[in-house]
Structure formats: C-alpha cells, structure tokens
C-alpha cells in the first residue's frame, strides 16, 4: 500500500464536498486520509508536522474559497500556518512542496477530485525521478 | 486495559458492497480496549437505533465509535441515539466508511476502511463529555437606524410580541425618505404614525449608540442622548442605517442648477407648478458600478415619470444597463417603448454647460460616432455608498465590512442577514446595492431568524466546550484579536490576573484561538491537537 496522503477538510466545504464526490460516484486515489476539522484554521504545523514524522507523503489543507470562510478569517489563518510549516519543512532539508494549501467550495466535488489527482500525480512523478 | 469503546459498523442495508465486514470486525476486536463490535445493516432506522441503545446499556461501554455514512448526515442522529443510552453526546466519533471509502473508490477498500475506523478510535478514546447549559436572555431587540428598513423590522417583531427600541441618529424618523431617489417610491408617513403609536416600539431620536458589550441574548448597550448616556439591555440588534449617494464628479462641476441628483428631480416632479419645464432631461448612469440596483431602477423610474409628467425628450446614457432586479426588464422595455433612448457608450460622456443648458458629449458605441446632445436639465451618476459612520459602528460592534465599506462581504455561510457575531443582524442597503425586492426579503429573513432565537426566552449552549485555562493564559490578547466572532472576554480570575476566557453563547467553535494560541491554553474539545495527532497516529499501521 502506498503512502497515506493527509487531507485535513474544513467541514463546512471540503469535507461536504468529498461527500458529494463519493456520492456522484467520483473516483480519487485511495491512498487519501480525510481527517476533519472546524475549520481550516483550526489547523496548527504542529499537526502537519506529526503527518509527516508518520511519514504520509503530503499533507493537504483544504478550506473554504478565499472571501467565503464560514469563520471569516479561519481560511486565511490556514494559509499562512502552511506556509510556515512549508518553510520549516524545507529548513530541515525535506520537501517543503509535500504540504499543500487548497480553497473549494462546498459543492465543489470536480475541484476536490482534480486537487487530489493532481498532488497524487505529483507524487507519483518524484518517486519515480528518485 | 478497561474495554471501554464499542464500535458499530453499518452497510447501509447493502449499500456498502466493497467492503469486507467480517474483515473488518477481526482486525478491530484485537485492539485491546474494544468491547465490541457489532454489524448491523441500518443504524440510522429505528431498529437500528433501538439496538445501539441496548448494545450501550447492556456493555456499559464509555466511548462509542460508528463507522457508516458522512457524520453530515448522521451525527446529529447519533448524538442523540447516545443521549438516550445515558452517554453524553459528544463522546462519539465517526468514521466516514460510505462516501469518503466505499463510494469514492472501486474494488476492495476493507483495508482503508480498517484505518479510517482505527483513526475514530483512537480519537474516542480521548474525547470528554461536553455538558448543555441553558442561558437565559432579553427578549427585547435594538433597531439601528429608523429608516424604512428599520421601522418594518420593529412593526413586524410587535406584531410577533417582541419589543424593540429604534435609534434614530436624526431627529426625526425616517428622515432620509424625504428625499426619496425614485419617484414612485412608497410614502413612509403612515408607517412612521403606527410606530409611534405602537405600544411595543419605543423610539430615541437624535439618539446613538456608544457602547455595547456582552454576547448574543444578554447585549448590555450605551446610548446617548442628549447628553446622557442610557443604559439598556437587549437579545439581539439589527443594524439597519442604510446607504448614502453621492453624485459622480463630473467635468462641470456647476452649471446653474442644471445638473441634478435623482432626488432633486424627484423634488422637481413633485412640484404642482414649475417655472420652465424641462424639455429634455438626460440620465447618466451605469458606469461607475455595472450592476448597480438601485441607480438603474431609479434611473428607470424617474425617466419614465419625466416623460409622463412633462412629456419631454429623455435620453438616458449607459453602459450596458444589465441589472438582477425582479422588474427591470420590464421597466426598461416600457422606457423603450415609451419613446425613452438609450444610448449606449464605453466611456462616461463629457458633461459641459453652454448657454444654460448642459451639453453632453458622448461616444454611442451603437452609431460608432462622436454625437452631441444638449438637455435642459440632466441627471449625473450616482454612486451608492455606505452610511458616513459605518466605520464607527462597525468597530463598536466589531464586525467586518466588505471592500466597499457595507456591511458583510456577501459571505455564502452568513448570507442574507447573518453577521460573524452571533445576535447581530444587517438588513437593508447598509448591506450594499440593493433593490426593493431583496430589502423587503432581508426584512423578513431578519425578522424570522430574531423570533427564533428570542421566542424561547432562553438558549441552548454547549458548556465549556472551547475553553482557555486560566494557569496558563498570559493574557497576550492573541486570541482576543483573532477570534471572528467575538467571543474571547478578558476577565479577572478570582484575585489574580486578567486571563482570556470563551463565552459559550458567542463562540462558533472554530478552533482558531486553538490553533493561534502562543502559550496552548485553549482547548477545544473534540478538536483537542491531542485529538487531532491521535488520528494521525493510527495512519501506516494496517
């Protein structure tokens, strides 16, 4: 079985639209872990950090559309601790691109499947460069 | 090591194909505080909940883990079904083994189901019950603003037994009607009578608000008047102050009275005798802001009554006159008719005065020519903005305002009337651009989410469920400043510091303090980064 990949999903649109995907019979890569949350900002590095000394191969916060978060700033809050978090990743000399920040919509199952396959792809590629 | 979770598995009365359920159950009996785990096809029916009850009861298990549909659906039922079997609610955790397993993947999916099930787990294991309390509140309401949306607001919440108080920031009620921007624009006096004489409404003019503190039920709120300030107490507020316009700079800043507003025409097509009238009028509008209600409905109208009432020439020069408003097309299509040209140009058409009269020159885009029109009197563009002390009353409720300066960016989680701070609403054009239609639907809107939240007297809160420990707060004020909706008070521990602490009624349980607090002493229970880790933790060991 390869990697996990750690999505933490906002409940007010992520985590719905993962629902909807599964319901629309959309398919993504198994490998995916949904762990949800409040909200996105809800998310601190330290939990991004934990994935991956569990050693997942990404990490993916997922929130609401930018201007759209049901707690007004909680999207945004999650943009930076990803950013942060990137940055300590790359000053141990890891793969600071493995955590990833995403903003969809409730009803937005093609745009979670598209991310998803996306980062899958990505990984797929730097495995097989390595 | 005490047994002391129970796991329910459901397959969805067979909707639940790809994955092996016998599987599933060996794999979980092995984990050493598991009681049990039984299958079942329907949780969510009666039976099924009937059987969760007696399973609980009968194994006297602490923790319960449910792995079937999305907890979007079925949380809330469960929470329940465990109430009944003498849990607290809050000690369940679900794993989403229907849409986000089986149905979001082809063939056998037993082994992630086994995971996402161990990640419940491990997460049930470290919950703590949340308790309900009940918070008493103030059944009376506070109505900012006694302008057409605010008077409606206060007669509809009488009518349902609420009493409301309306702060006039003028000294008299509805005081901005009087110059109405659209001539066929309702007469408020009748209106304005019943409130006054409306026994539930009390009304301060040349009154404002100062200072307001306190969460949603139980705001307790400085009004000045007079020079005094008052005291009062209030459930909720409703924030209805309205917008104000203001002509567009344009090239010739005074020609004599000959460029207007939409309410000096107003003005000049009340009048029972005019000394000259115009015979032709022309109409700027649409360029500033494409999709501007109320301007174009306004516009509209007021062409129209010109052409009725003096039977002039109109022309009205736009852009692209493309407007959501129930009505304006039809409105557009009788000004057509009706003999009314539009002309359409890309840029805003020079305005220049010349013998008394306005020339205007403009670009219609139709003809591809320069072309030049001289009106008697013409009617510049206006824009919409918010009220002049929309910036003062925002930050003394400190709630956000959207990039134009009106209240509530049009958030699709808050829309129409909801602000971030619980018990707050904003109804009208302080909320932007809008036409007749949607204020009268933000009234309502309003007014049905106030009675829901009153009409009981009380409210249903969950206890302590984000919660900032006192020992190890440092009062930085971090959260205080983050949280989006108000909820984090500063206050004194008994004899000792000012620390941050979470009022139930305010909080939206984000987990944003959670997350930002520097010293971690907030908790969020459910979301504790405990919580959080430990599903982590169960990943890349099935």
């Known amino acids: ?130 | 090591m005490e047994k002391e979770i129970g796991i329910f598995l459901c397959n969805c009365g067979g909707g639940i194909k790809n994955i092996d359920f016998d599987a599933v159950r060996e794999k979980l009996v092995q984990i050493s505080d598991v009681a049990f785990v039984a299958v079942s096809s329907a949780l969510c029916l009666e039976e099924g909940k009937g059987t969760i009850v007696s399973t609980i009861k009968d194994k006297g298990v602490e923790k319960v883990v449910i792995a079937a549909c999305s907890p979007e659906f079925t949380e809330h039922t469960f929470g329940e079904v465990l109430e009944k079997a003498g849990l607290n609610r809050h000690l369940l955790a679900m794993a989403n083994v229907r849409e986000q397993c089986a149905w979001a993947h082809q063939g056998d999916v037993t082994k992630k189901a086994i995971q996402l099930i161990k990640m419940a787990v491990n997460r049930a294991r470290l919950l703590q019950p949340v308790q309900k309390k009940e918070l008493p509140i103030n059944k009376d309401v506070l109505v900012i603003g006694g302008g057409f949306s605010g008077l409606n607001i206060a007669l509809q919440l009488s009518r349902l037994g609420l009493r409301a108080t309306v702060l006039e920031k003028e000294a008299v009620l509805g005081a901005r009607l009087g110059e109405a921007e659209s001539f066929s624009s309702c007469d408020m006096g009748p209106m304005i009578s019943e409130v006054e004489s409306d026994d539930n409404i009390e009304v301060l003019t040349s009154a404002q608000l100062v200072r307001i503190e306190g969460n949603v039920g139980n705001f307790s709120v400085r009004i000045q008047k007079a020079g005094e300030e008052i005291p009062r107490k209030y459930g909720a507020i409703v924030v209805a102050t309205g917008y104000r316009t203001q002509l567009m700079a344009s090239s010739e800043p005074d020609s004599g009275g000959k460029i207007l507003s939409q309410a000096e025409l107003c003005r000049m097509l009340a009048a029972q005798s005019l000394e000259k009238q115009p015979r032709t009028v022309g109409f700027i509008f649409d360029f500033a802001d494409e999709n501007s209600r109320f301007p174009t409905l306004a516009t509209l109208d007021n062409a129209l009554a010109a052409k009725e009432k003096w039977d002039s020439e109109v022309y009205v020069f736009c852009k692209s006159v493309k407007v959501d408003s129930k009505g304006a097309e039809k409105l557009y299509r009788e000004a057509r008719a009706r003999g009314i040209v539009f002309l359409k140009c890309e840029t805003p058409p020079k305005v220049l005065a010349k013998n008394g009269r306005v020339e205007i020159q403009a670009q219609d885009i139709l003809m591809g020519e320069d072309t030049v029109f001289a009106c008697d009197v013409l009617v510049a563009e206006q824009q919409i903005l918010p009220a002049e002390d929309a910036d003062i009353l925002s930050s003394l409720l400190n709630v956000g305002r959207d990039s134009k300066g009106f209240y509530q960016d049009e958030n699709v989680h808050l829309y129409p009337v909801a602000l971030e701070r619980k018990g707050i609403f904003v109804v009208g054009g302080c909320r932007g651009d809008l036409d007749g239609g949607r204020v009268l639907s933000d009234i309502s809107s309003a007014v049905m989410s106030i009675y829901e939240l009153l009409s009981p007297g009380k409210i249903v809160v969950d206890s302590e469920k984000v919660k900032a420990n006192p020992q190890k707060c440092v009062a930085c004020l971090t959260c205080f400043r983050v949280c989006p909706h108000s909820a984090i008070q500063l206050m004194r521990a008994e004899n000792e510091k000012e620390v941050a602490q979470v009022a139930d009624a305010a909080c939206d349980a984000c987990g944003i303090c959670a997350a930002i607090c520097p010293a971690k002493a907030i908790s969020f229970e459910g979301y504790t980064d405990e919580q959080i880790v430990a599903q982590i933790e169960a990943l890349g060991t099935s």
């Open chain 1, 1 to 130: 079985m390869s990697k996990e990949i750690v999505a933490f999903c906002c409940q007010h649109s992520a985590y719905p639209a993962a629902d909807l995907a599964g319901k629309s019979g959309l398919r993504y890569a198994e490998n995916v872990r949904i762990i949800r949350v409040p909200c996105a900002g809800r998310i601190d590095v330290i939990h991004i950090l934990k994935a991956f000394e569990k050693g997942v191969a990404a990490v993916l916060v997922l929130g609401c559309e930018e201007g759209a978060c049901h707690h007004i700033t909680g999207n945004d809050r999650a943009k930076e601790r990803v950013k942060y978090a990137e940055m300590l990743l790359k000053e141990v000399g890891a793969d600071g691109g493995r955590v990833k920040m995403y903003n969809l919509s409730p009803n937005a199952p093609h745009k979670f499947v598209k991310i998803l396959d996306e980062v899958s792809k990505k990984i797929a590629d730097e495995e097989k460069q390595k």
